[in-house]
C-alpha cells in the first residue's frame, strides 16, 4: 500500500507570492492533517480535514488556508508569502478524525522563502 | 493550551546503553500521548501511543513508556540501544478527542556510538 505522498518536495518562493501544496493519503484514509515544522517552533499543527470539511485549526493567521477534495486529496495555501514561513510542512493521514486514529505522516514539502 | 516539553535535546550514548528520554505534558485532563521517531532520511513515524489502560506500553523495536498521571510524564525507555537507533525522538500529546491536533515537543536528536 502506497505511503502519504506530498507534491513538491521541494519549493523556493519569493515574499509576496502564494503557494500551494498538494498532499495524496493513504489510500481508504479519510482524514488529513497539516503540520509546520521550524527549527524555533517545532512542529505546530495547522489543520485538519475529514469529508471535505475543516475540522480543526491551529493557532496559525488567515493566509493558511486548506481544503479537502472527494477522493480525500487536501492542499494547503499560503498567500503574501513571508520569511518566517520557510518551513517543512508535513500532511499526516488518517483513517477517521480525531487521534484515536494513528497518524501516518509523509514526506513532506519544504519550503523556503527568500 | 497544550504543552509538551522534552527535557534533552541532544544525547549520544554507547551501543548497549540504556535510554531514558524525558518527556512531559502540560494537560491536566484526559490525554492521549504519543511517541514518534524520525530516522535520518525517513518519515515521521509512530513508536507507541497511550489512550488509556496499562500505563506501560510497548512499542516497535524493543521501545516502552510509562505514563506516570501524578508527574504528567511520558518517558521513553529502551533498555540497549543500537546504533539504528539514531534518529529524531519526537513527544507528542492531545487532549482528547483531537481537537486541537497533535501538541509535538521540540525533540530529541539521539546519536548512538557504535
Known amino acids: 500500500k502506497a505511503g502519504v505522498t506530498q507534491t513538491p518536495r521541494y519549493l523556493i518562493k519569493t515574499r509576496g507570492q502564494q503557494v500551494t501544496l498538494s498532499c495524496s493519503p493513504i489510500?481508504?484514509?479519510?482524514?488529513v492533517s497539516w503540520y509546520q515544522q521550524t527549527p524555533g517552533q517545532g512542529l505546530q499543527f495547522l489543520f485538519e480535514?475529514?469529508?471535505?470539511?475543516?475540522?480543526n485549526k491551529g493557532n496559525f493567521p488567515g493566509r493558511f488556508s486548506g481544503r479537502q477534495f472527494s477522493n480525500s486529496r487536501s492542499e494547503m495555501n499560503v498567500s503574501t508569502l513571508e520569511l518566517g514561513d520557510s518551513a517543512l510542512y508535513l500532511c499526516?493521514?488518517?483513517?477517521?478524525?480525531?487521534?484515536?486514529?494513528?497518524?501516518?505522516f509523509g514526506p513532506g514539502t519544504r519550503l523556503t522563502v527568500l | 493550551a497544550q504543552s509538551v516539553s522534552q527535557h534533552n535535546h541532544h544525547v549520544i550514548l554507547s551501543e548497549a546503553a540504556s535510554l531514558e528520554l524525558g518527556c512531559n505534558y502540560s494537560?491536566?485532563?484526559?490525554?492521549?500521548l504519543f511517541w514518534y521517531v524520525q530516522y535520518p532520511g525517513q518519515h515521521l513515524q509512530l513508536l507507541l501511543k497511550?489512550?488509556?489502560?496499562?500505563?506501560l506500553v510497548k512499542g516497535i523495536k524493543g521501545f516502552e513508556a510509562e505514563f506516570i498521571k501524578s508527574k504528567f510524564s511520558f518517558n521513553l525507555r529502551k533498555p540497549s540501544v543500537q546504533w539504528s537507533d539514531t534518529a529524531e525522538y519526537f513527544c507528542?500529546?492531545?487532549?482528547?478527542?483531537?481537537?486541537?491536533?497533535?501538541?509535538f515537543g521540540k525533540g530529541t536528536h539521539l546519536i548512538i556510538q557504535p
Open positions: 499526516a493521514s488518517s483513517l477517521g478524525p480525531g487521534l484515536y486514529n494513528e497518524q501516518f
Open positions: 489510500s481508504g484514509h479519510r482524514s
Open positions: 480535514y475529514f469529508s471535505e470539511t475543516q475540522r
Open positions: 494537560y491536566g485532563g484526559t490525554v492521549n
Open positions: 497511550y489512550f488509556s489502560g496499562d500505563p
Open positions: 507528542a500529546a492531545d487532549s482528547g478527542g483531537g481537537a486541537d491536533g497533535l501538541t
